[in-house]
């Protein structure tokens, strides 16, 4: 009996690392299925009806309105789902959904390279259960998709730096498919290269990393040409993002609703950002704060005389040097962050924590390379988000996979100052990650039917759009030979089928054409609205503006507070 026991106990602990990743696929999987019935009837939002009209021009089934500024992965991939099942909105939200699983299953890897798997589970459960994760997971945006990418070719990086330098030939092409998914991702590469340059010693086979990279270009080709035919320039969208993302303010920029220079603004977001279940960890984290220096008290007064010896550290010439040059960067870091242009900051930060890394490896706390790329990876991020002065919660997604790193690096070094064990097993470790996975699965529970009822506002306005646009077919059955102006031309266009001209929002002189704020509309702004669709001969409009009188123009119908106006 004795021996069949050990038998049974060695294969589940063999075999422990795939029972945890097919209960945590499985738990992901149910999440993803609930999102995506969420978000199906939920209906796209303004980015995603883009994305999906890019789709629909690569797949040869233009519908007479798209926008290839917009990264091309998501599309191409929805391109190929509706070349099998015609143009719809769902196969960009299952492909997005499918991307967040694969991308749950690579944190829980990740973490397999510093944490147990128990920790590695949970940490990542609360990524994947992040209340602002939740709410976009299959939205058939780009955020959620980046992130999970991202995080494959970090952890090929890290194989490719610990195990084989082979791995390199997958890690720079899946840091490119990131980049292509959303030109943000970029950043990536500077946790990268840190992470390669404090371990470039132990890079065996470096000819590998030319190797990745000589790949990785290989899939920006068809990119570039696709630019080229489209703009005449293969660079025009990267250029546009670059310029776009330099955190320049302009009197237009002022006046949009996500505008926010606070470079503070996700620190002091964040507590709510986490959600409940993060909250919890970072509760067992200050608890653990609270006894630990208590118990070293204690342990400090039991060691003999000889051993209670404060740890000393001495500084060479070589260290002063670092440590100079590492407190000038500090402050010409902090001097120059928002009046400079982020790249710049970026390659600050770079130097600043590889010089950081040197003067303390001397330690040799385990496994603190990891420890710097997660961080870095972090930073790196949150200098962008936060010195770029268009800011969006959504963008806290890109920050999420890190910060679940440190909160399970606080939670296993809290869990392991208790010390109850039994049979080698820290049984408080058991007992906490317990009383966590039940808080993160009650509060998904509670959360997700949320989503649909505070974005129930964007239900009404698809509604409302399909509703005016199916009626304005049966109106008028020469449609698409008719100059049709709209508030809301991606979501117009794709229900309609046909190219639609954009509308701005009138305010102070300034024409806004996403993402204005609300405001009162003055006379002079109604008067350019009027003067906008006489210049253009406009046949009807579609807005969601109230508040509107026209002289050439009366409205026909209305679903919610969607209102189709045409030429008198």
């Keep these: 009996m004795t021996r069949i026991q050990s038998m049974f106990s060695d294969t589940i602990k063999n075999h422990s690392s795939a029972i945890y990743l097919l209960i945590l696929t499985l738990i992901i999987g149910l999440i993803t299925y609930n999102c995506f019935l969420i978000q199906t009837t939920i209906g796209p939002v303004w980015d995603t009806y883009d994305l999906l009209s890019e789709a629909a021009f690569l797949a040869g089934q233009n519908v007479g309105y798209y926008d290839l500024i917009r990264p091309p992965l998501i599309p191409f991939l929805t391109s190929l789902l509706f070349r099998v099942v015609g143009l719809s909105t769902w196969p960009i939200m299952l492909i997005d959904g499918l991307i967040f699983i694969l991308g749950t299953v690579g944190l829980f890897l990740f973490l397999k390279l510093r944490f147990d798997n128990l920790t590695s589970f949970l940490g990542a459960l609360l990524f994947s259960t992040f209340p602002l994760v939740l709410t976009f997971v299959?939205?058939?945006?780009?955020?959620?998709?980046?992130?999970?990418?991202?995080?494959?070719?970090?952890?090929?990086?890290?194989?490719?730096?610990?195990?084989?330098?082979?791995?390199?030939?997958?890690?720079?092409?899946?840091?490119?498919?990131?980049?292509?998914?959303?030109?943000?991702?970029?950043?990536?590469?500077?946790?990268?290269?840190?992470?390669?340059?404090?371990?470039?010693?132990?890079?065996?086979?470096?000819?590998?990393?030319?190797?990745?990279i000589s790949i990785s270009l290989i899939f920006l080709i068809p990119v570039l040409w696709l630019f080229y035919v489209n703009?005449?320039?293969?660079?025009?969208?990267?250029?546009?993002?670059?310029?776009?993302?330099?955190?320049?303010?302009?009197?237009?920029?002022?006046?949009?609703?996500?505008?926010?220079?606070?470079?503070?603004?996700?620190?002091?977001?964040?507590?709510?950002?986490?959600?409940?279940?993060?909250?919890?960890v970072v509760l067992v984290i200050f608890l653990g704060l609270l006894i630990c220096p208590f118990k070293r008290f204690i342990h400090k007064r039991k060691l003999p005389e000889n051993q209670n010896k404060s740890f000393q550290f001495s500084l060479g010439k070589d260290k002063k040097i670092k440590l100079l040059i590492f407190s000038i960067l500090i402050i010409l870091f902090i001097l120059t962050i928002q009046k400079v242009h982020y790249l710049f900051s970026e390659i600050i930060l770079f130097i600043i924590l590889y010089i950081l890394y040197n003067l303390t490896k001397g330690f040799k706390f385990k496994n603190m390379d990891l420890d710097f790329l997660f961080f870095s990876w972090f930073l790196v991020f949150f200098i962008f988000h936060s010195v770029y002065v268009i800011k969006d919660y959504r963008y806290f997604i890109d920050m999420a996979p890190p910060l679940a790193y440190f909160l399970m690096r606080g939670?296993?070094?809290?869990?392991?100052?208790?010390?109850?064990?039994?049979?080698?097993?820290?049984?408080?470790?058991?007992?906490?990650?317990?009383?966590?996975?039940?808080?993160?699965?009650?509060?998904?529970?509670?959360?997700?039917?949320?989503?649909?009822?505070?974005?129930?506002?964007?239900?009404?306005?698809?509604?409302?759009?399909?509703?005016?646009?199916?009626?304005?077919v049966n109106y008028d059955p020469n449609y698409k030979g008719e100059i049709i102006y709209s508030d809301i031309w991606p979501y117009s266009g794709w229900a309609l089928q046909r190219n639609v001209s954009k509308m701005p929002q009138f305010h102070d002189n300034q024409a806004i054409y996403t993402g204005a704020k609300d405001y009162n509309l003055t006379a002079k702004d109604i008067w350019d609205y009027n003067h906008e669709l006489d210049l253009n001969n406009a046949d009807y409009y579609i807005s969601i503006t109230p508040g509107l009188t026209f002289v050439n123009y009366k409205p026909i119908k209305q679903s919610g507070r969607v209102i189709l106006y045409q030429r008198i």
Aim: aromatic content about 18%; charged content about 10%.
């Design 231 to 280: 703009f005449g320039n293969p660079l025009y969208t990267f250029l546009n993002f670059f310029s776009s993302s330099s955190g320049t303010v302009s009197a237009e920029t002022e006046l949009l609703y996500s505008y926010n220079p606070d470079f503070f603004y996700f620190l002091k977001a964040m507590p709510s950002l986490m959600g409940p279940q993060a909250m919890g």
């Design 138 to 212: 299959c939205s058939g945006l780009t955020d959620t998709a980046t992130v999970c990418i991202s995080i494959w070719a970090l952890l090929f990086t890290v194989l490719a730096v610990k195990k084989d330098s082979r791995w390199f030939y997958l890690s720079f092409p899946v840091a490119m498919l990131a980049f292509l998914t959303r030109f943000a991702a970029a950043l990536i590469i500077f946790p990268m290269f840190l992470f390669m340059l404090i371990n470039l010693e132990g890079i065996k086979h470096r000819k590998y990393i030319f190797i990745g």
């Design 411 to 472: 939670f296993k070094l809290t869990t392991s100052q208790f010390g109850i064990k039994i049979r080698n097993r820290n049984i408080t470790h058991y007992l906490f990650s317990g009383f966590l996975i039940f808080l993160i699965i009650f509060s998904t529970y509670n959360y997700l039917p949320s989503i649909g009822e505070t974005n129930n506002h964007l239900t009404q306005l698809n509604e409302g759009n399909n509703d005016i646009s199916m009626w304005l």
